[in-house]
């Protein structure tokens, strides 16, 4: 929730934590007594296949600038933005820091992988498994010490197990078996798809020609959870397949840690439909394992990384962190 500061506060300094996902930014700007969000739905820019790093910052430029003046803050003391497709689609984050330098009056910035983000935020800090899905997947566990450990996060074409990518492509596959009369198919499937992207030929052309397939892929999980939810059993098993490969990297995650496992992202919006499949399988798997709700969420971590950083208590650790500190003369 949001709360504005007091007027007549011009001047103070704050904190920024910021959450680019395949499908959105997110961000909070916080002061001492107040703080503000804002979010736009647009998909990850692209260009050459890795991200497009100008249209990067200026979506999230446009979501802090407002925020910054709600605030009436003056500058920040640290900006921490956890993203998607680093370090793998990010070619060089140092860009990204000296584009927000230029604009914003900023003290750090803390460029990190949106898994580091999400497992500070679900784990408030603590050690465990975190497995982050949305758009993609990836898993994270760590002591924040000595054990790092990186479960997929590889990209829909050889990864991203359990994803709303894999899933909308899942869905899709199933609605074209129906189309087709092969077995496997789902007839509300095909009503669906047929709904969202209009025959087979309209499907092709929109997910290859679009500039991020990936994304166009997931924009088809809500169907297929509208379906599951309808009774489709098809839709359904997807929906429990997911929750079995995330789980499966929630428990590779955690392993040579205390057996702390908890989840994040987006995906996870959906409920029961796929918490309940996740929470059983990781049971099953690990019967000792602590299973917690999350304490928080990807923008919680960002925040929490800013204030850490700005009280010097962060150690960039490549590849899920990278600090960088304002040039600027004062």
Not at 26 to 40: I, K, P
Not at 58 to 67: F, G, I, K, M, T
Not at 175 to 201: K, N, Y
Not at 278 to 302: E, I, M, S, W, Y
Request: one cysteine or more; charged letters at 15%; hydrophobic letters at 45%.
């Amino acid at each position: 929730m949001s709360t504005a500061a007091p007027t007549g506060s011009a001047g103070r300094a704050g904190w920024a934590g910021v959450d680019v996902g395949g499908s959105g930014v997110r961000a909070r700007v916080q002061t001492g007594d107040g703080s503000l969000e804002g979010r736009c739905e647009v998909p990850l820019p692209r260009a050459r296949g890795q991200v497009d790093i100008p249209a990067l910052c200026r979506n999230v430029l446009a979501q802090v600038h407002p925020l910054i003046t709600g605030l009436g803050a003056g500058r920040l003391h640290a900006l921490a933005l956890g993203m998607t497709g680093l370090p793998g689609l990010v070619p060089d984050p140092g860009e990204i820091a000296h584009r927000l330098f230029a604009d914003l009056d900023v003290d750090v910035v803390v460029i990190a992988g949106d898994a580091l983000t999400t497992h500070l935020g679900a784990l408030d800090g603590g050690a465990g498994g975190v497995v982050a899905a949305g758009t993609g997947v990836i898993g994270l566990g760590t002591d924040h010490q000595q054990i790092w450990h990186q479960v997929d996060g590889r990209g829909l074409f050889v990864g991203d197990e359990g994803s709303g990518a894999w899933i909308g492509q899942r869905g899709l596959q199933a609605a074209l078996r129906a189309s087709d009369g092969r077995i496997g198919g789902s007839p509300a499937l095909w009503d669906q798809m047929q709904t969202r992207f209009g025959g087979p030929l309209d499907l092709v052309a929109s997910i290859h020609g679009a500039e991020a397939p990936a994304g166009e892929l997931a924009s088809f999980a809500p169907a297929v959870a509208e379906a599951a939810r309808a009774g489709d059993q098809v839709a359904w098993s997807i929906w429990q397949e997911a929750g079995h490969k995330l789980a499966e990297t929630a428990v590779a995650a955690v392993r040579g840690l205390p057996g702390r496992v908890t989840w994040g992202g987006g995906l996870f919006d959906v409920g029961d439909l796929l918490i309940e499949p996740f929470r059983n399988h990781v049971q099953q798997l690990l019967p000792d394992v602590q299973l917690d709700q999350p304490a928080g969420t990807g923008l919680d971590g960002a925040m929490l990384l800013a204030q850490q950083v700005a009280a010097g208590q962060v150690i960039a650790r490549e590849p899920y962190l990278q600090v960088f500190t304002s040039t600027r003369q004062t």
